[in-house]
Structures are given as C-alpha cells and as structure tokens.
C-alpha cells in the first residue's frame, strides 16, 4: 500500500491509500477446482492450491506448471508426470486392450 500525503491550500494533511501493482488480494483458502485446458487452466471454484495426482501435495495456483488435459489432473513436478505415465504405461501392458 502507497501512502500519500498532500496539503491543498493549507487545509488538514489528507492521507491517500493506493494500491501498487503487486498488491494482490490473499487468495481464497482452500482447495480450487479448475478446469486443464491446452496451454491454460481455467479456475472454476477460487481456492489458494490445487493437489498433485500422484503425491498429493498442495501446489499453489501461482507455481502450477505442470497438468493433464485428458485426465484433467495437476502434477507437482515433471518426475510426478513420467511417475503417472509410467504407471498408465505398465496398466497397458498388464491389460491390453480388446481392439489391440
């Protein structure tokens, strides 16, 4: 918060309260349920984190770089992600497919 003080015509000093850029209103606590887009997220309930699929540590909103659109989940870390795929990959091996 910038504080600014003026004198106008040897009235009172008045204090004004402005705020700067990087002053951001806390996020809401909590959970957030958002939408994984391609590139993108959507937030669909306000909250301050998201859970990672695989460890299940909170990742705040600001630091989640990693997410799958297809199975619409947040990943801590890319060793997260390989640890997913990797689990999804021996899935497929032990039961394949009818079609192939």
């Known amino acids: 918060m910038l504080h600014v003080r003026c004198a106008l015509f040897g009235t009172p000093r008045k204090e004004i309260h402005l705020l700067n850029r990087t002053d ?5 606590p909590g959970e957030a349920e958002v939408r994984y887009l391609d590139g993108d997220f959507r937030v669909i309930r306000p909250g301050a984190f998201v859970r990672c699929a695989v460890t299940g540590a909170e990742i705040p909103l600001e630091e989640l770089r990693y997410w799958s659109v297809d199975l619409q989940e947040a990943y801590a870390s890319p060793e997260a992600v390989l640890q997913r795929h990797a689990g999804a990959y021996e899935y497929k091996k032990l039961y ?3 079609s192939g």
């Open 96 to 98: 394949p497919s009818p």
């Open 24 to 28: 951001r209103p806390a996020p809401m």
